[in-house]
């Protein structure tokens, strides 16, 4: 695989994989014929993130090359690796800086060197070169409906972003309480702590406040934060709405946001 992406890429690039960063300890890398797919899970398998970068994200984009079809036309050509994300942080660590300095980047993954090569080409005729030593691996891949959530609804990721900021920073998880006209947030308590010693938030959201509603089903449903602040981070960077699809208690919660090119 072959790619060439501009400075405006570059940057969604860079947000994209310190957003991955905050979930897991390692980002997927999955080449295809419609783009790139950067995908991670944390630690306990209880989320999963992918970011597809199709075609009209990339200046120029190549799956596989000429010359690998006709040397082993049969063999298998598509590449499905891993790496730590403190190597690929490494690259992408200052935003800022790949904001102001960075043209164009050319990411290669060839198919006889166990190398992601990225390379910078910056202002004043500077370019910056990376080899990053991959793993080969499965593809990896969350169990989840992919369509026909009973709610969907809708906002800014700076009105979830705000309404987070009614909770205390040590708060570990949140119940989304979905009725038929709003959605309720509180804080997780466990059954073991008493209550009554504990400081209770509450927030509820009144359906006209978001961009689009609609609950078929009355349910609850817990989860981290953590993840949701990272893929907030990204969001709102971006300006972007975000979409967020339940199906009931013990089913995945759903969030996505899509960025045109």
Request: hydrophobic share 40%; aromatic share 10%.
């Amino acid at each position: 695989m072959k790619c060439l992406l501009d400075a405006t890429s570059v940057k969604v690039l860079a947000r994209a994989i310190h957003c991955l960063a905050k979930i897991g300890d390692e980002l997927h890398i999955e080449p295809t014929e419609n783009g790139l797919t950067l995908k991670t899970v944390n630690a306990s398998k209880s989320a999963y993130s992918a970011f597809n970068f199709h075609l009209p994200f990339f200046l120029d984009f190549c799956h596989i090359s000429e010359n690998t079809i006709q040397a082993d036309p049969d063999e298998d050509t598509v590449i499905k690796c891993k790496l730590p994300m403190k190597s690929i942080l490494s690259v992408f660590r200052s935003i800022g800086s790949l904001e102001k300095s960075v043209e164009t980047c050319n990411i290669m993954l060839p198919l006889l060197e166990a190398l992601l090569i990225i390379e910078f080409k910056c202002k004043h005729g500077i370019i910056k070169h990376f080899n990053l030593r991959y793993f080969e691996c499965e593809s990896v891949e969350a169990e989840f409906c992919k369509s026909g959530y009973a709610s969907k609804f809708s906002c800014s990721s700076r009105f979830y972003s705000e309404t987070l900021l009614s909770f205390h920073s040590s708060t570990q998880e949140v119940t989304w309480s979905l009725a038929m006209d709003q959605v309720h947030l509180s804080n997780h308590i466990d059954d073991e702590i008493d209550p009554s010693k504990c400081v209770r938030t509450e927030v509820t959201l009144a359906k006209d406040e978001f961009v689009d509603f609609n609950v078929a089903l009355c349910t609850q449903v817990t989860f981290c934060l953590k993840e949701l602040r990272a893929i907030l981070a990204f969001a709102e960077a971006l300006k972007l709405d975000l979409d967020c699809r339940m199906e009931g208690a013990g089913q995945y919660e759903k969030f996505i946001y899509t960025l045109m090119y």
